[in-house]
Protein backbone atom coordinates (compact mmCIF):
# COMPACT_ATOMS: atom_id res chain seq x y z
CA UNK A 1 0.00 0.00 0.00
CA UNK A 2 2.80 2.10 0.56
CA UNK A 3 4.41 1.54 -2.42
CA UNK A 4 0.47 2.16 -4.23
CA UNK A 5 0.60 5.56 -2.69
CA UNK A 6 3.77 7.00 -3.54
CA UNK A 7 2.96 5.98 -6.64
CA UNK A 8 -0.40 7.95 -7.38
CA UNK A 9 1.96 10.90 -5.60
CA UNK A 10 4.94 10.24 -7.95
CA UNK A 11 1.64 10.38 -11.03
CA UNK A 12 0.25 13.65 -8.88
CA UNK A 13 3.56 15.24 -8.75
CA UNK A 14 4.14 14.29 -12.54
CA UNK A 15 0.57 16.48 -13.93
CA UNK A 16 2.45 19.64 -12.16
CA UNK A 17 -0.49 21.00 -10.38
CA UNK A 18 1.42 24.36 -10.02
CA UNK A 19 0.71 24.14 -13.56
CA UNK A 20 -2.47 23.48 -14.28
CA UNK A 21 -3.63 27.15 -14.35
CA UNK A 22 -3.13 27.38 -18.68
CA UNK A 23 -5.14 24.53 -19.14
CA UNK A 24 -7.88 25.55 -16.99
CA UNK A 25 -7.78 29.21 -17.89
CA UNK A 26 -8.11 27.96 -21.87
CA UNK A 27 -11.31 25.65 -20.90
CA UNK A 28 -12.78 28.13 -18.73
CA UNK A 29 -12.38 31.38 -21.08
CA UNK A 30 -15.40 30.02 -24.01
CA UNK A 31 -17.29 29.65 -20.38
CA UNK A 32 -18.21 33.91 -20.12
CA UNK A 33 -20.98 34.91 -18.48
CA UNK A 34 -22.35 31.62 -18.35
CA UNK A 35 -23.32 28.79 -15.21
CA UNK A 36 -22.54 25.46 -15.44
CA UNK A 37 -21.82 24.63 -12.34
CA UNK A 38 -24.66 22.13 -12.07
CA UNK A 39 -23.76 20.55 -15.11
CA UNK A 40 -22.06 17.31 -14.82
CA UNK A 41 -20.20 17.45 -18.54
CA UNK A 42 -18.70 20.53 -17.60
CA UNK A 43 -16.88 19.37 -14.25
CA UNK A 44 -16.02 16.18 -15.83
CA UNK A 45 -14.30 18.33 -18.63
CA UNK A 46 -13.14 20.65 -15.80
CA UNK A 47 -11.56 17.66 -14.00
CA UNK A 48 -10.15 15.93 -17.37
CA UNK A 49 -8.18 18.93 -17.90
CA UNK A 50 -6.51 19.45 -15.04
CA UNK A 51 -5.11 15.34 -14.19
CA UNK A 52 -5.66 13.11 -17.35
CA UNK A 53 -4.69 15.83 -19.71
CA UNK A 54 -1.82 17.47 -17.62
CA UNK A 55 -0.74 14.17 -16.44
CA UNK A 56 -0.06 12.95 -20.37
CA UNK A 57 1.09 16.86 -21.45
CA UNK A 58 3.99 16.71 -18.60
CA UNK A 59 4.81 13.11 -18.10
CA UNK A 60 5.33 12.55 -21.85
CA UNK A 61 7.95 15.71 -21.12
CA UNK A 62 8.87 14.10 -18.03
CA UNK A 63 10.34 11.00 -19.69
CA UNK A 64 12.00 11.86 -22.29
CA UNK A 65 13.69 15.02 -20.28
CA UNK A 66 15.09 12.73 -17.42
CA UNK A 67 18.53 13.68 -17.47
CA UNK A 68 17.74 17.61 -17.84
CA UNK A 69 15.10 16.96 -14.76
CA UNK A 70 17.93 15.00 -12.51
CA UNK A 71 19.59 18.70 -12.88
CA UNK A 72 16.86 20.75 -12.05
CA UNK A 73 16.42 22.43 -8.67
CA UNK A 74 12.68 23.03 -9.69
CA UNK A 75 11.51 19.38 -9.80
CA UNK A 76 10.38 17.10 -7.44
CA UNK A 77 7.45 18.99 -6.02
CA UNK A 78 3.72 19.42 -7.12
CA UNK A 79 4.45 23.03 -8.07
CA UNK A 80 6.61 22.31 -10.83
CA UNK A 81 6.83 18.44 -11.13
CA UNK A 82 7.81 15.29 -10.41
CA UNK A 83 11.60 13.63 -10.65
CA UNK A 84 10.75 10.37 -11.28
CA UNK A 85 13.38 7.58 -11.07
CA UNK A 86 14.12 5.58 -13.91
CA UNK A 87 11.25 2.75 -12.75
CA UNK A 88 8.67 5.42 -12.37
CA UNK A 89 9.42 7.34 -15.40
CA UNK A 90 9.67 3.68 -16.91
CA UNK A 91 5.85 2.51 -15.81
CA UNK A 92 4.76 6.21 -16.16
CA UNK A 93 2.95 5.81 -19.95
CA UNK A 94 0.74 2.63 -19.19
CA UNK A 95 -0.96 4.81 -16.67
CA UNK A 96 -1.02 8.22 -18.06
CA UNK A 97 -1.67 6.78 -21.70
CA UNK A 98 -4.83 4.78 -20.33
CA UNK A 99 -6.04 7.24 -18.15
CA UNK A 100 -6.20 9.81 -20.92
CA UNK A 101 -7.91 6.95 -23.49
CA UNK A 102 -10.29 6.42 -21.05
CA UNK A 103 -11.52 9.67 -20.35
CA UNK A 104 -10.99 11.05 -24.51
CA UNK A 105 -13.52 7.32 -24.74
CA UNK A 106 -15.85 9.12 -22.67
CA UNK A 107 -16.22 12.70 -24.36
CA UNK A 108 -16.27 10.60 -27.64
CA UNK A 109 -19.57 9.12 -26.32
CA UNK A 110 -20.50 12.03 -25.83
CA UNK A 111 -19.76 14.66 -28.54
CA UNK A 112 -18.56 12.21 -31.65
CA UNK A 113 -16.03 11.76 -33.89
CA UNK A 114 -15.28 15.63 -34.16
CA UNK A 115 -14.06 15.46 -30.58
CA UNK A 116 -11.54 12.57 -31.69
CA UNK A 117 -10.01 14.77 -34.40
CA UNK A 118 -9.30 16.99 -31.50
CA UNK A 119 -7.76 14.85 -29.44
CA UNK A 120 -5.73 13.44 -32.48
CA UNK A 121 -4.62 16.88 -33.33
CA UNK A 122 -3.70 17.02 -29.33
CA UNK A 123 -1.77 13.89 -29.51
CA UNK A 124 0.37 14.78 -32.37
CA UNK A 125 1.39 18.42 -31.05
CA UNK A 126 2.70 16.05 -28.06
CA UNK A 127 4.58 13.62 -30.21
CA UNK A 128 6.67 16.33 -32.16
CA UNK A 129 7.55 17.98 -29.26
CA UNK A 130 8.42 15.34 -27.74
CA UNK A 131 10.03 12.80 -30.35
CA UNK A 132 13.38 11.56 -28.50
CA UNK A 133 15.25 11.53 -31.69
CA UNK A 134 13.92 14.81 -33.19
CA UNK A 135 11.23 16.62 -31.35
CA UNK A 136 10.68 19.93 -31.82
CA UNK A 137 11.55 20.39 -27.86
CA UNK A 138 14.57 20.78 -28.90
CA UNK A 139 14.75 22.25 -32.24
CA UNK A 140 13.96 26.15 -31.17
CA UNK A 141 12.03 28.20 -32.13
CA UNK A 142 9.97 24.91 -33.37
CA UNK A 143 9.30 24.35 -29.47
CA UNK A 144 7.13 27.74 -29.39
CA UNK A 145 4.82 26.52 -32.84
CA UNK A 146 4.14 23.37 -30.86
CA UNK A 147 1.97 25.63 -27.90
CA UNK A 148 -0.67 25.59 -30.97
CA UNK A 149 -1.57 22.21 -29.24
CA UNK A 150 -2.57 24.18 -25.78
CA UNK A 151 -5.56 25.66 -27.80
CA UNK A 152 -7.40 22.80 -28.81
CA UNK A 153 -8.49 22.71 -25.21
CA UNK A 154 -10.62 25.94 -26.08
CA UNK A 155 -12.84 23.94 -29.14
CA UNK A 156 -12.72 21.27 -26.87
CA UNK A 157 -14.69 23.77 -23.90
CA UNK A 158 -17.09 24.58 -26.60
CA UNK A 159 -18.08 21.51 -28.23
CA UNK A 160 -18.30 20.26 -24.71
CA UNK A 161 -20.18 22.49 -23.15
CA UNK A 162 -22.21 24.24 -26.29
CA UNK A 163 -21.40 27.25 -26.73
CA UNK A 164 -20.43 29.84 -28.98
CA UNK A 165 -16.96 29.86 -30.51
CA UNK A 166 -14.44 32.68 -29.86
CA UNK A 167 -12.54 34.96 -32.37
CA UNK A 168 -9.57 34.53 -34.47
CA UNK A 169 -8.14 37.29 -32.57
CA UNK A 170 -8.63 35.34 -28.85
CA UNK A 171 -7.03 32.94 -30.62
CA UNK A 172 -4.07 34.81 -31.26
CA UNK A 173 -4.09 36.06 -27.82
CA UNK A 174 -4.20 32.84 -26.22
CA UNK A 175 -0.93 31.52 -28.32
CA UNK A 176 0.86 34.49 -27.28
CA UNK A 177 -0.08 33.39 -23.61
CA UNK A 178 1.01 29.93 -24.40
CA UNK A 179 4.55 31.48 -26.25
CA UNK A 180 4.82 33.68 -22.89
CA UNK A 181 4.61 31.10 -20.53
CA UNK A 182 6.47 28.47 -22.37
CA UNK A 183 9.35 31.67 -22.09
CA UNK A 184 9.37 32.06 -18.73
CA UNK A 185 9.54 28.10 -18.19
CA UNK A 186 12.62 28.31 -20.39
CA UNK A 187 14.31 31.54 -18.60
CA UNK A 188 13.93 29.14 -15.51
CA UNK A 189 15.41 26.18 -16.54
CA UNK A 190 17.99 27.80 -18.49
CA UNK A 191 21.48 26.28 -16.71
CA UNK A 192 19.65 22.67 -16.38
CA UNK A 193 18.47 22.83 -20.14
CA UNK A 194 22.26 24.12 -21.14
CA UNK A 195 24.19 21.52 -18.89
CA UNK A 196 22.06 18.77 -20.16
CA UNK A 197 22.69 19.89 -23.63
CA UNK A 198 19.08 20.59 -24.50
CA UNK A 199 18.18 23.20 -26.97
CA UNK A 200 15.89 26.05 -26.34
CA UNK A 201 14.48 29.20 -27.35
CA UNK A 202 16.10 31.14 -24.24
CA UNK A 203 19.28 28.39 -24.56
CA UNK A 204 19.91 30.35 -27.96
CA UNK A 205 19.43 33.71 -27.18
CA UNK A 206 20.70 33.92 -23.46
CA UNK A 207 18.34 35.52 -20.59
CA UNK A 208 18.28 38.98 -22.26
CA UNK A 209 17.38 38.58 -24.93
CA UNK A 210 14.58 36.22 -24.17
CA UNK A 211 13.43 38.29 -21.48
CA UNK A 212 13.12 41.13 -24.29
CA UNK A 213 11.50 38.67 -26.36
CA UNK A 214 8.72 37.76 -23.43
CA UNK A 215 8.38 41.55 -22.70
CA UNK A 216 7.13 42.02 -27.04
CA UNK A 217 5.38 39.59 -26.56
CA UNK A 218 3.29 40.36 -23.32
CA UNK A 219 3.51 44.10 -24.97
CA UNK A 220 1.52 43.36 -28.03
CA UNK A 221 -1.04 41.28 -25.62
CA UNK A 222 -1.49 44.63 -23.70
CA UNK A 223 -2.20 46.50 -26.72
CA UNK A 224 -4.40 43.89 -27.66
CA UNK A 225 -6.81 44.40 -24.61
CA UNK A 226 -6.54 48.02 -24.41
CA UNK A 227 -7.28 48.81 -28.18
CA UNK A 228 -8.73 45.70 -29.52
CA UNK A 229 -10.88 44.90 -26.58
CA UNK A 230 -10.77 47.77 -25.05
CA UNK A 231 -10.71 46.80 -21.72
CA UNK A 232 -8.70 48.88 -19.38
CA UNK A 233 -9.07 46.46 -16.28
CA UNK A 234 -7.69 43.36 -17.51
CA UNK A 235 -5.09 45.47 -19.45
CA UNK A 236 -4.05 47.14 -16.88
CA UNK A 237 -3.58 43.76 -14.72
CA UNK A 238 -1.33 42.82 -17.50
CA UNK A 239 0.41 46.10 -18.34
CA UNK A 240 1.06 46.22 -14.48
CA UNK A 241 2.71 42.83 -15.20
CA UNK A 242 4.99 44.09 -18.26
CA UNK A 243 6.29 47.04 -15.62
CA UNK A 244 7.60 44.38 -13.49
CA UNK A 245 9.17 42.49 -16.81
CA UNK A 246 10.95 45.27 -17.29
CA UNK A 247 11.77 46.30 -13.90
CA UNK A 248 13.16 42.15 -13.47
CA UNK A 249 15.60 43.12 -16.60
CA UNK A 250 16.42 46.39 -16.07
CA UNK A 251 17.14 46.95 -12.89
CA UNK A 252 16.52 43.98 -10.56
CA UNK A 253 17.64 40.45 -11.34
CA UNK A 254 19.31 41.41 -15.20
CA UNK A 255 20.70 38.67 -16.21
CA UNK A 256 21.04 36.13 -13.12
CA UNK A 257 19.40 33.14 -12.43
CA UNK A 258 17.17 33.02 -10.33
CA UNK A 259 17.21 30.90 -7.17
CA UNK A 260 15.05 27.76 -6.06
CA UNK A 261 13.17 30.20 -3.51
CA UNK A 262 12.51 33.01 -6.07
CA UNK A 263 11.09 30.99 -8.34
CA UNK A 264 8.85 28.90 -6.02
CA UNK A 265 7.38 32.74 -5.02
CA UNK A 266 7.14 32.83 -9.23
CA UNK A 267 4.99 29.97 -9.51
CA UNK A 268 2.41 30.82 -6.30
CA UNK A 269 2.08 34.10 -7.61
CA UNK A 270 1.22 32.90 -10.98
CA UNK A 271 -1.14 30.59 -9.63
CA UNK A 272 -3.32 33.89 -7.59
CA UNK A 273 -2.41 36.01 -10.39
CA UNK A 274 -4.52 33.13 -12.81
CA UNK A 275 -7.20 32.78 -10.37
CA UNK A 276 -8.26 36.24 -10.33
CA UNK A 277 -7.31 36.43 -14.03
CA UNK A 278 -9.64 33.55 -14.46
CA UNK A 279 -12.73 35.11 -12.70
CA UNK A 280 -12.59 38.68 -13.96
CA UNK A 281 -12.22 37.44 -17.81
CA UNK A 282 -15.62 34.94 -16.84
CA UNK A 283 -17.22 37.81 -15.24
CA UNK A 284 -16.82 40.56 -17.59
CA UNK A 285 -16.60 38.45 -20.88
CA UNK A 286 -14.02 41.06 -21.74
CA UNK A 287 -11.80 38.64 -24.37
CA UNK A 288 -15.05 38.42 -26.56
Not at 101 to 127: D, K, Q, R, T, Y
Not at 174 to 196: C, K, T, Y
Amino acid sequence: MKLALSYIIFLLKASRPGLWFPAVWLYLLPLSREYFWEDYQFWAGLIFVCFPLNLLVYGWNDRVDRETDRLNPRKDSFLFGARGTDEELDALPKYMFSLFALAAAVFVFWEGWIMLLLFAGLFLSLFLYNHPKWGWRGRPPLELVCQIGYLLLVPFSILLNEVNDISWVTYLYLFLFAVQSQLIGEVMDIRPDREAGRKTTATELGITKTKWLIIFVVAFETGLLFFYYQDFIFGGMLAAALVWLLLDLLIIYKNKEYTLFQMQLFGIGSNFIALGSMIYVWWSGCLF
